[in-house]
């Protein structure tokens, strides 16, 4: 698990290879991570956008960028978390994430950015 506090919000990641949904000979290489926002500091906040920038390690970039995440804007209150599971595909047995989230902070109506540290995707037998 990695983790990252940026501005009093904690980011929490978990990552899983999902082998059932993998298909090694087709380059598809199917993920899920679990990510857990903590609101650390004195304010509710809310989870307004998300961009992730993925690497697959042939070199392949992608970014990815919208609304919330998983559908949703949570609003998380001071000393609160929230988790939620997602997924992404490589076309490669190795490669990363990371990004950030624009939180808005309900108290003075601002915006800020907290970062989503970088993160592994490695299929288990690459670790050997």
């Not at 926002?37 to 004195?42: A, G, H, K, P, T």
Request: charged share 20%.
């Amino acid at each position: 698990m990695v983790t990252a506090i940026t501005q009093g919000v904690k980011i929490s990641v978990d990552t899983v290879y999902q082998e059932e949904y993998s298909n090694p000979e087709k380059e598809h290489f199917m993920f899920a991570y679990q990510i857990s926002v903590e609101n650390l500091s004195d304010y509710s906040i809310q989870l307004m956008r998300r961009q992730w920038f993925i690497f697959d390690s042939n070199g392949t970039q992608r970014e990815v960028e919208g609304e919330g995440v998983v559908g949703i804007q949570p609003v998380i209150e001071p000393g609160e978390s929230y988790s939620y599971v997602s997924g992404c595909n490589l076309t490669t047995d190795m490669g990363s994430m990371s990004g950030n989230y624009l939180m808005h902070r309900t108290a003075d109506e601002s915006d800020f950015t907290v970062d989503i540290p970088e993160f592994q995707l490695i299929v288990p037998y690459r670790l050997n």
